[in-house]
Structure formats: C-alpha cells, structure tokens
C-alpha cells in the first residue's frame, strides 16, 4: 500500500491516480492503516438507485440480490452498484482507531458514516439479512474510514436504525432548507419516499402559509403516509417519468402556474425533463436522485429555453446530519412514520 494520504488514494488499486470514489477497484485489506478508522459492519444502507437497480436486475429474488452485493464488493473492494454508480452508507462500532488519528471517538463506539459506500473500503465475510423495504442489508464485515471521511455518532435519543435511515438522506432536507423562501411553490417528486417526506416537511416549514407545496407520488401506495405529516397542499398520483402528464397535473393545482422549486427525490431513471418542464424559468431545480442524468437535464432544459438553475444534489451540507436528525425530534408524525418504516419489527 502507498503512503496514507487523507483522501485515501493510498488505497486506490485501478485506475491509477483517481480518489477512491472515482476507482474501479480499491485495496479492502483490512488492516487499519495510522490515518484510519477500522469498523466492524452491522448494517449497510444501499442507495435507493442501486437497490431499486439490483432489485430490477434480480426480479426481486433475495438470493439472487444477496449473490449480487457480495459479488459487486468482491471484485471492487466497495459497494459502488456498477451501474448507478451510487453506495449508500453503514451503521457499526469503532473496532480500531488508526494512531495519528484524534477524533472524539473510542474503540466500541457506534457510529454511521456520512460518506459513500462508493469509496470506502468493504469486505463482506457473510450477508445475514436482507431488508427488502428499508434498502438495507445486515452483513458480518469490515469496512475502513480515512482521515476525511466523516461520521455522525448514534445519539443517545433515537435509534440506530432511525438515525441510519435519516442520515442516508441527510443532504436532502437540508439544501431544502437552504433553497426554499417563504411563500414559494415548491414540487416534490417521489414525497412519499424517505428524502420525499424529509422534503416535503422541510418545504412546508421554509415556504410557510403562503407558500404552496406539491407532492407527487406514483402510485396511491404512500398517500396515506404523506398525508398524516400534513404538510402538502396538493398530492398528485402520476408517473414522474411522463413529463406532458405531471404538466397538466401540476397546472391544473397550481393556478395554471409553474413551481419556484422543484426537489427530485425518486429512485428511477429519465425524470429530468419533468423536474425541468415544471419549473418557473427563473427557479431552481435540485437533483437529489442518483438516476439523473447530466446529459438529460442540460439538453432537456436547453431543449426547452429554461435558464432554471440546476443543482447536483450534494449529500452533503454542513450541519446536514443534525438538521435531518432534528426534524425527527421536532415532528411527532415525522417520528411515527419513520418508527413504522425503519424499525425492525418485534
Ligand atoms: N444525492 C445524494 O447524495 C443522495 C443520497 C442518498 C440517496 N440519493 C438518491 O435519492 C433518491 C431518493 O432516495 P430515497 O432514499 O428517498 O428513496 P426512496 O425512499 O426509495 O424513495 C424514492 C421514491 O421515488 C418514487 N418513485 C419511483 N418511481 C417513480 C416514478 N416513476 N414517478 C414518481 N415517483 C417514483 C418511489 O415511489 P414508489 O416506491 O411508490 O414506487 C419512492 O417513494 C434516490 O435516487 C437515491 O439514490 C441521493
């Protein structure tokens, strides 16, 4: 191995002088090198786009799906779905902490990390169980954190499985919070997903009673869920991917008006035209789904004549993970809703 470098480069395998995120393969050895943290792995949360892929690609057969988890991280040393290009992140306790490091951190510590599974090193001895409706796998492995990989200790008031789920998404709220100004329309597609809900919520809190927020699911499914946070002022049922269709939808609840803001929060391909097509000139659209498409967004808009500002969704923003974490502390519904998705069942 190289000499350790903060942004792991010394674990680079192929090819030779990307960072990790941007390697085909990376050394997994799991010896914790003096700049690194070593983690025991109870949990890993998959991207929702690389879950819903693998799931596709599977026809939903656990097997199948575990079969192909275990061969991604075997041949590149991280779990980066070779097509998305997309992790995810892991729940585990601090095995080894690494001698030039010094965080407030002690071996036994439980932790998540708030970077990609699609560059941190991982090996998986077994898959213990697959959690087909959290995107969530159990497994008995390893995986190592370099020195500029951050993390998020499980508070001592809300559980490791909550905090997992949140944190997967942590980024998106919080540039909500950032982006949304009060009395703004606001369309969220996929809001009844788990960035859709924390969106939608956040939406609601920064646009306020003028404001008017939009949620857009595609099917009835999660009606009920996105309901009980009460927080959207329309819930329209259409395919995001059907741009003329959400057009004459959002239209038609919208005062014949486009939206300031629009949020895209699904887990499938070729929504960009949509998110674009419904979006003032002058607004801003934020890609928070991994299935977008660089290529799409930028012909689709130029397609159009639209100047709305597009934005990559970064999953990270400082203070994301506190900012998640509180809106669960401050929305009982919120609370609940996660309580009955991501908690295991007795
Ligand atoms: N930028 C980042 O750093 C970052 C970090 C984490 C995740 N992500 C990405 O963010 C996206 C959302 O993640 P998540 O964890 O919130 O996923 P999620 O809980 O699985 O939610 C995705 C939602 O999209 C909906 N959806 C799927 N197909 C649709 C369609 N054709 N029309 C309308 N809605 C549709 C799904 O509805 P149904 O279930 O009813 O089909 C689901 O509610 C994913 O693409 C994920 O990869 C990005």
Avoid at 41 to 52: E, K, R
Avoid at 59 to 78: F, P
Avoid at 270 to 299: C, D, H, Q, R, W
Avoid at 301 to 306: M, R
């Amino acid at each position: 191995m190289n000499k350790p470098c903060p942004y792991g480069t010394h674990r680079v395998i192929s090819p030779v002088g990307v960072l990790p995120q941007a390697a085909d393969v990376l050394d997994n050895t799991m010896i914790c090198q003096d700049n690194e943290i070593l983690i025991d792995v109870q949990t890993l949360n998959i991207d929702s786009a690389s879950f819903t892929q693998i799931k596709n690609a599977t026809n939903k057969d656990e097997e199948a799906m575990k079969q192909m988890i275990m061969e991604i991280v075997k041949k590149r040393g991280k779990m980066q779905n070779p097509v998305t290009g997309s992790g995810g992140m892991l729940l585990g306790r601090i095995k080894q902490i690494g001698k030039n490091l010094h965080r407030d951190l002690k071996v036994g510590d439980k932790i998540v990390t708030l970077v990609s599974l699609s560059l941190t090193p991982l090996k998986i001895k077994a898959i213990k169980a697959l959690h087909m409706e959290k995107d969530q796998v159990d497994i008995d492995g390893q995986a190592i954190l370099f020195e500029t990989g951050i993390y998020a200790k499980i508070p001592s008031d809300l559980s490791e499985h909550l905090v997992l789920s949140a944190l997967d998404v942590a980024g998106a709220p919080a540039q909500v919070a950032k982006l949304v100004k009060k009395g703004d329309s606001v369309l969220i597609l996929g809001a009844g997903g788990k960035s859709g809900v924390l969106c939608a919520y956040q939406a609601r809190k920064n646009a306020g009673p003028t404001g008017k927020i939009i949620g857009l699911l595609s099917n009835p499914g999660k009606l009920e869920d996105l309901k009980s946070l009460n927080v959207c002022d329309e819930i329209i049922i259409v395919d995001a991917r059907d741009p003329m269709t959400v057009y004459h939808e959002v239209l038609r609840v919208n005062n014949n008006q486009k939206v300031d803001v629009t949020i895209n929060c699904v887990n499938v391909p070729n929504t960009e035209m949509t998110s674009i097509l419904l979006t003032k000139p002058t607004g801003t659209v934020y890609f928070f789904s991994m299935a977008t498409s660089f290529t799409k967004a930028a012909l689709g808009a130029e397609g159009i004549a639209s100047e709305a500002v597009m934005i990559i969704g970064n999953g990270y923003t400082a203070g994301h993970a506190e900012l998640a974490l509180n809106l669960l502390r401050e929305s009982k519904p919120l609370f609940d809703l996660f309580v009955k998705r991501y908690e295991p069942k007795e």
